[in-house]
């Protein structure tokens, strides 16, 4: 939405203030002066700053999944907002409230090539809402602030008041009508299984309960903080139906189920999409405790020790060490495991031993961008928190950790995991007879070390090649450089796959 007021940054914050954002993440510059102006003009809310739109607007993601309420990041004109467009896309599939608050110069200069011009108008497209009376606090919302040039002259003594928090939209509201073809789903007859990816903290508790009451196989992720609660199941030779239940798995069932139009697929999904191109069901707010289950199923688990075989047997291996790391990380912990292998590793191989952790990850697009600072907004408020990221996941934000002098002090642990490039692409079949400078090219293979990257920001650094250098860590920001053993890792995934 444009906002075309007298007082456009006046305007733009009180609607910002009226759906309930309380944390503002400020990219300066000089056209949004006047929205700095006010925003930090306001009592009782939470003000940081980045001068990196990318990094800052994964930053404000996190912090809106960790309070489940929406966060603005604030943006001059130009390209910035352009940066947001990452983050934007990963909070559309999350179904994050992610606000763009963006300066823009005056409407008359759009589409005329004037300097710092841009057509930020729903430059965001269907990533982005763009009427706010339309928003449900499910998603992006961007606010286009068409501003003079900056001056904040005349904002001195502006007033805005903070309603009364019951005002704050709630993720999703009980659909009767979504619990009616839930329930249709359910009594169908045919052996079912559940998929349970990235759940929202308001849903982890119901979709528990159901899923004990439902007694089905269930493979549950790591970031649905159900996983312990439901160790690994086999998959039965006879499923007919597939429950999916949050964000789109990692396992490769997930994506076999397109070549699978035998199998029917329902999914309960905070965003709303079916997360497969071929045909299915989708909704997005069911009432939980209004569903009837059928009593004719038996759970099935899952044998392990094939597993702890191999993870003995390859001990240097980077799943053998995801193990040791789970089993490692104080109780209680929050835990963001970077995407490529990193989640997927923590799926197959971290202890299922309830320890309290609460993993989350960034699945929307499936890419590796933003993740750091992804973590440090989920972390902003905890006492232990724990990264666990590939090294091209760390190259890519080496500016997230600009944040960290405004956060509360506390124990933060970025592990990278230096593989030298991305390793996973050995795994995939369709580049099994790529040459040597081929694979080298896809892997981006590299011989960096990150202690530079430590010593910029003043993270305390730990080089790991065995669990002893675990022991008696500093306090605040760390950096671990892990090093696996990549003929061990090589050969354990060889292994399993055979």
Known sequence: MDVNDSNPAISAIG???????????????????????????????QVYNHPEERSAAYFALGKSIATGEPV????????????????????????????????????????????????????????????????????PLHINVPLEEASPVGLDGCSIS????????????????????????????????????????????DV???????????????????????????VPDDVARVLRIGGVPTDRLWRDLEEKPGVEVFSVSPNGLPGLARESSVVTSPCWNALDVPEN?????????????????YPESEPSWVRRLSEYIPEGSLVFLGNSQPVREWNLAATLNSRGLRCFANRGANGID????????????????????????????????????????????IVVINNGGGRIFRRLPALQ????????????????????WADMWGMSYRKVAALEDLRALPDGLLLIELFPSLEQSDDFWHSIKS
């Open 208 to 234: 528990k309960r159901f899923l004990k009451r439902l007694n089905v196989p269930v493979l549950a992720e790591a970031t649905s903080g159900l996983r312990e609660e439901f160790p690994r199941c086999c």
């Open 433 to 452: 007879k790529f040459n040597p400078s081929q694979m080298q090219l896809v892997e981006n293979a590299h011989s960096f070390s990150f202690k530079g």
């Open 72 to 139: 603005a990041v604030v943006t001059t004109s130009g390209t910035a907002t352009a940066e947001l467009f990452p983050a934007v896309i990963e909070a559309h599939y999350q179904a994050a409230p992610l606000v763009m608050l963006t300066a823009d110069r005056p409407v008359r200069f759009r589409g005329k090539g004037a300097p710092q011009a841009i057509v930020q108008h729903d430059i965001f497209g269907i990533y982005a809402e763009h009427d706010i009376d339309d928003w449900i606090a499910r998603g």
């Open 370 to 413: 933003g993740c750091v600072s992804t973590f440090l907004g989920l972390s902003s408020c905890e006492k232990e928190a724990w990264a666990l990221v590939g090294d091209l996941t760390a190259l890519y934000d080496l500016a997230g950790p600009w944040i960290v002098d405004q956060l509360p002090h506390s124990n933060r642990r």
């Open 297 to 313: 199923f038996n759970e099935c688990h899952y044998d392990n020790s094939s597993l702890d075989e191999l993870l003995c047997a």
């Open 15 to 45: 609607k910002c203030i009226a759906i309930g954002v309380r944390n503002f993440v400020i990219c300066s510059g000089a056209r949004n002066s006047s929205l700095i102006a006010v925003i930090t003009s306001i009592d009782n809310v």
């Open 162 to 205: 903070l309603p009364n928090p019951d005002l704050v939209a709630s993720l999703t509201s009980a659909s009767d009508h979504h619990t009616e073809l839930f329930q249709q789903f359910l009594n169908r007859p045919g052996q079912c299984m559940v998929l349970v990816g990235c759940l929202p903290l308001s849903w982890r508790d």
